[in-house]
């Protein structure tokens, strides 16, 4: 009869479907200590560094005042977290101008001042039903967002003894090079100085088409670090200067602060490395005349000590192992 048959058949396709999953599941298992164990040597390298600073006074206060500098400017609403598109107020000299059902309309927008007509122009705010769904339109906003962002870190750097890092000279194998780094102050007067920054460049196209599907289901509107720069301090308290200057500035949106000096915050996840990370919105007057202000940037706050032990051969293990946990 068929359908014992089929009946018999039932147990066996169900013990192959389990041994299919458990197989997987320690392949995984064993993809993320391997991963582990190579970042293993430099989580140790961190984690001393981390240590030293957790045994100094001075250091574990500077780190709970930035905790709670944090505390006053982090607004996290998840809902608000994506990347959306721009909703803009209707100019009525567009709409209603240019209809010739409506000559005194045509009169009465006329006596709006110059200025006026520009205000309605720049009217713009976040359109929360409208997710960003298309990858060139990020990239293209990212790109347009680039040179603004690259101006706003150098105002903080500025204002809170902020370093950048400078390229690696000629003959040096990048991927071991000791990084090295330059105050701001001392950059912007110096024009060799001033062509040797390593800005932080627009993410990837393949790491980004890897991170949205690996992590985010291909929804586009969660990738947040395609627009990036960093700025390097010589001691938590500069950074929680920074971090104040960046809640109190006028043309910034924060939407989400991840404080990795956070005492709680253990080393196993974030594989030793420890900064900040802000997550904002540039709402500056041409970020608005481009219709940018709705794009999220990144922005990583790092301690010097920490940043000098991290090369280009470091960040590629670090990213094999964010891989490995589908980050």
Same mark, same amino acid.
């Given at each position: 009869?068929?359908?014992?048959?089929?009946?018999?058949?039932?147990?066996?396709?169900?013990?192959?479907f389990?041994?299919?999953?458990?197989?997987?599941?320690?392949?995984?298992?064993?993809?993320?200590?391997?991963?582990?164990?190579?970042?293993?040597?430099?989580?140790?390298?961190?984690?001393?560094?981390?240590?030293?600073?957790?045994?100094?006074?001075?250091?574990? #206060?500077?780190?709970?005042? !930035?905790?709670?500098?944090? $505390?006053?400017? &982090?607004?996290? =609403?998840?809902? +608000?977290?994506r990347?959306?598109?721009?909703?803009?107020?209707?100019?009525?000299?567009?709409?209603?101008?240019?209809? #010739?059902?409506?000559?005194? !309309?045509?009169?009465?927008? $006329?006596?709006? &001042?110059?200025? =006026?007509?520009? +205000?309605?122009?720049?009217?713009?705010?976040?359109?929360?039903?409208?997710?960003?769904?298309?990858?060139?339109?990020?990239?293209?906003q990212?790109?347009?967002?680039?040179?603004?962002?690259?101006?706003?870190?150098?105002?903080?750097?500025?204002?809170?003894?902020?370093?950048?890092?400078?390229?690696?000279?000629?003959?040096?194998?990048?991927?071991?090079?000791?990084?090295?780094?330059?105050?701001?102050?001392?950059?912007?007067?110096?024009?060799?100085?001033?062509?040797?920054?390593?800005?932080?460049?627009?993410?990837?196209?393949?790491?980004?088409?890897?991170?949205?599907?690996r992590?985010?289901?291909?929804?586009?509107?969660?990738?947040?670090?395609?627009?990036?720069?960093?700025?390097?301090?010589?001691?938590?308290?500069?950074?929680?200067?920074?971090?104040?200057?960046?809640?109190?500035?006028?043309?910034?949106a924060?939407?989400?602060?991840?404080?990795?000096?956070?005492?709680?915050?253990?080393?196993?996840?974030?594989?030793?490395?420890?900064?900040?990370?802000?997550?904002?919105r540039?709402?500056?007057?041409?970020?608005?005349?481009?219709?940018?202000?709705?794009?999220?940037?990144?922005?990583?706050?790092?301690?010097?000590?920490?940043?000098?032990?991290?090369?280009?051969?470091?960040?590629?293990?670090y990213?094999?192992f964010?891989?490995?946990?589908?980050?």
């Amino acid at each position: 009869d068929d359908s014992d048959g089929m009946s018999a058949s039932l147990p066996y396709t169900g013990i192959f479907f389990t041994g299919v999953g458990f197989t997987a599941f320690l392949f995984h298992a064993w993809i993320l200590r391997r991963s582990a164990r190579k970042i293993e040597h430099d989580r140790g390298r961190y984690d001393t560094v981390w240590n030293a600073m957790l045994a100094d006074e001075r250091a574990l #206060k500077e780190i709970k005042e !930035l905790c709670h500098v944090i $505390s006053r400017i &982090s607004k996290y =609403r998840p809902a +608000q977290l994506r990347q959306f598109n721009h909703k803009k107020i209707v100019d009525p000299m567009v709409q209603y101008g240019q209809r #010739k059902t409506a000559p005194f !309309l045509n009169r009465a927008l $006329s006596w709006v &001042s110059t200025s =006026r007509q520009e +205000q309605f122009r720049r009217a713009v705010t976040v359109n929360l039903h409208d997710p960003v769904s298309c990858l060139d339109q990020l990239f293209s906003q990212a790109a347009g967002m680039d040179l603004i962002l690259r101006s706003k870190v150098q105002e903080w750097a500025s204002n809170s003894r902020g370093c950048f890092p400078l390229k690696v000279r000629n003959g040096q194998d990048e991927r071991y090079a000791t990084p090295t780094f330059a105050r701001w102050e001392d950059i912007k007067s110096d024009p060799h100085l001033r062509h040797s920054v390593k800005w932080g460049q627009i993410k990837g196209l393949d790491r980004s088409i890897e991170k949205l599907l690996r992590s985010y289901g291909g929804d586009v509107s969660l990738l947040l670090d395609i627009c990036r720069q960093c700025i390097v301090f010589d001691d938590i308290r500069d950074i929680s200067k920074c971090v104040s200057l960046i809640g109190e500035d006028p043309d910034v949106a924060v939407a989400r602060v991840k404080n990795r000096f956070d005492p709680d915050v253990s080393s196993h996840s974030t594989a030793g490395y420890r900064h900040v990370v802000l997550n904002l919105r540039v709402r500056s007057d041409m970020s608005k005349t481009l219709a940018l202000e709705t794009h999220v940037c990144e922005v990583q706050l790092l301690l010097k000590p920490f940043a000098e032990l991290k090369d280009e051969a470091h960040h590629g293990r670090y990213i094999g192992f964010r891989n490995a946990r589908g980050e």
